[in-house]
């Protein structure tokens, strides 16, 4: 038993789609809950103007009745309050009349540092929005909305998952104020921590089943990120494995670790102590001072597209590694734990707490 997420939708159109198959039935779900995340995506010094024209609010489908889970398929919706502005130009069937509105007029000039031109060159495009509007990290939106759903899943077998930008550049107000009259961008960093996370969750026996590469790519996955660490990360490359490792010790509580460098993965499995996952965000690609670039329709040298953007996003990321880091973490609880219904997979996870040396701390 797994959980598989698919999901749909662009910057400007409609709305972002989302499909989760696999939670068990019976999970309650809160709406205040997902909405406080897809607010908190939402908030931060330096985000753009576009904040305050979408509130975003979860709708339901399907796979949801009562607050409950049924067992199948969660289809979560979140509109995009400014597709009345590009009704026009975001039309999914060909638009009737005059243009009008934005989006009218061909992207032909790719952003350094954006999907742009790798997108367009990819899939034949002449003009660029058809890549960049599903490049784009508004769709985050609806990842935090299944990190919501994950989150109430693991809250069921005592796991947490907070994540918080650390503080440098991306999150100082004055810095942000600074890079913004430059019309300038900003990146940072970002940490995800989860507790209650018991031993054992991935495996060693197949790459794609490590739970490092796991979390490593759920987070590599989110855009802007460059760069990813499992605990000390990179520092460890410069400690020798006497310094670097984790020992082992036992109290009342059972097998444990007084340090924690690995992060909580040892092995590409969880070892039982706090899972830390650390992101390093690039400075975001449209600049209202653009850089240079080729017209793709004329082949002369120009300058990028100038689009609203965010000046910094790193409280942001903050919120959608958060759910990516629960997405990944309640996968891999479904698959050591199982369940159809939502009393197996606690009970599951109950005798195996039974069977191993360990308790939560």
């Not at 540092?113 to 890549?131: F, S, T």
């Not at 998952?161 to 961008?185: K, S, Y």
Request: hydrophobic fraction near 40%; charged fraction near 25%.
């Amino acid at each position: 038993m797994t959980l598989e997420l698919a999901t749909a939708g662009e910057s400007h159109g409609p709305a972002l789609v989302a499909i989760v198959s696999g939670l068990p039935a019976g999970l309650v779900l809160d709406k205040d809950a997902i909405e406080a995340d897809l607010r908190r995506r939402q908030q931060g010094y330096g985000r753009s103007p576009r904040q305050q024209i979408e509130t975003d609010e979860v709708e339901v489908l399907a796979g949801l009745r009562h607050g409950r889970t049924l067992g199948t398929p969660l289809a979560l919706v979140v509109r995009n309050r400014d597709h009345k502005n590009w009704t026009w130009g975001m039309s999914p069937w060909p638009p009737d009349g005059e243009p009008e509105g934005k989006g009218t007029k061909p992207v032909t000039l790719p952003r350094p540092g954006h999907a742009d031109l790798a997108g367009a060159q990819k899939h034949g495009l002449a003009d660029v929005r058809d890549a960049l509007e599903r490049a784009s990290a508004r769709h985050t939106a609806v990842y935090v909305a299944a990190g919501a759903v994950a989150k109430a899943l693991l809250g069921e077998i005592g796991i947490e998952v907070a994540g918080q930008a650390l503080p440098e550049a991306g999150a100082d107000p004055a810095a942000v104020d600074e890079a913004r009259q430059d019309r300038d961008t900003l990146g940072g960093r970002v940490e995800v921590r989860a507790r209650g996370v018991p031993p054992g969750l991935g495996s060693y026996v197949r790459r794609e089943d490590r739970l490092d590469a796991r979390l490593a790519a759920a987070v590599l996955g989110i855009q802007a990120v460059k760069g990813v660490e499992i605990g000390d990360g990179f520092a460890l490359a410069g400690l020798r494995g006497s310094e670097a490792h984790d020992e082992i010790v036992r109290d009342e509580g059972g097998l444990h670790r007084e340090t924690n460098r690995a992060g909580g993965i040892e092995g590409g499995v969880s070892n039982g102590e706090e899972i830390v996952v650390r992101a390093a965000m690039k400075p975001l690609p449209t600049l209202m001072r653009p850089l240079r670039s080729v017209d793709l329709d004329t082949g002369e040298a120009a300058d990028a597209l100038v689009e609203r953007s965010d000046v910094s996003a790193v409280e942001a990321l903050a919120v959608v590694a958060e759910a990516a880091v629960a997405w990944e973490l309640a996968c891999a609880a479904r698959e050591k734990f199982g369940g159809d219904a939502l009393g197996d997979f606690v009970g599951a996870w109950r005798a195996y707490l039974e069977r191993v040396d360990w308790t939560a701390r």
